[in-house]
């Protein structure tokens, strides 16, 4: 006998959330060579997160979901301060001291981070399929950031700063992560975004100061940045994250350096070479190994009885389907 395909079809919105996520970050890289000549990189970061805190605080309001569970602000201020105000000011400055490729060598230890203090602080398993596709997918991202150094302008300070932004993003998801057993997706990313902005707020001179003299394709651009890319990909990301581990979530945003390859080429008129398509193909094929479950093995005459119904992590309603962060590891 078979079995259900129930849990298969619940896994799908996740997947899609976090399929939108990816391609909403990737965009990003491209919006930021127009807004970052332009805005300091504190300035951005609070341009970007005040658009972003605009738009979910009215979503928040139209949805009536209000302030999240006391249980989930530890998560949320942590989260809110390491992952959207520390990793995106030091990740703008990273990116002007040292070439595009350097940064996202550096910056994707960040995934690898993840899984190790999920393992640690959140007692995740760490199957082999996972290890291994990230493994190649780094591989594949050392290979894209070799391919787009060039000739290489690496300073110090900003391959610290690209790696203090790596620690950031991997110490926000794991933080994140608890949050989201109490509140719901959009709580968490909202006010989240909310604290990024408090901690950004020194730079409110710099912004105002900068949008006066700045042209408005740079401003829609950091516009661009609050709304989709943070806004919605944060939401999207952290509706993923409740359904999986933190683990698979870091490995699945290996896509990213793949999809900057492909929309630079699209969007920007970059032909990429050979080597670049090679390491975007690892990328991605780290992703699918690192996203695929190992076959169970029983007698065909078996009957093998449906999946019970797991709580969902968001809500702490019961789910139909059974969920990776529900014990289906490999």
Known sequence: MTHSPRPARAQWP???????????????????????????????????????????????????????????????????????????VVLNWGEQEVDAGTAAMVVNIGPILIALLGARLLGEALPPRLLAGMAVSFAGAVTVGLSMSGEGSASTLGVLLCLLAAVGYAGGVVSQKPALAHASALQVTTFGCLVGAVACLPFLGQLVSQAERAPLSATLNMLYLGVFPTALAFTTWAYALARTTAGRMGATTYAVPALVVLMSWLALDEVPAALTLAGGALCLAGVAVSRSRARRSGPADTPVAPDAPVADTATGAPDAGATEAGGRQD
């Open 14 to 88: 996740a997947l899609a959330a976090a399929g939108v996520t990816v391609v909403l970050w990737a965009s990003a890289f491209v919006s930021i060579r127009s807004a970052g000549d332009v805005y300091s990189p504190g300035a951005l970061a609070l341009g970007r997160l005040l658009a972003a805190s605009l738009a979910l605080g009215c979503v928040l309001l139209v949805r009536r979901e209000g302030l999240p569970p006391r249980a989930a602000w530890p998560g949320i201020a942590i989260s809110g301060l390491l992952w959207f105000g520390v990793y995106m």
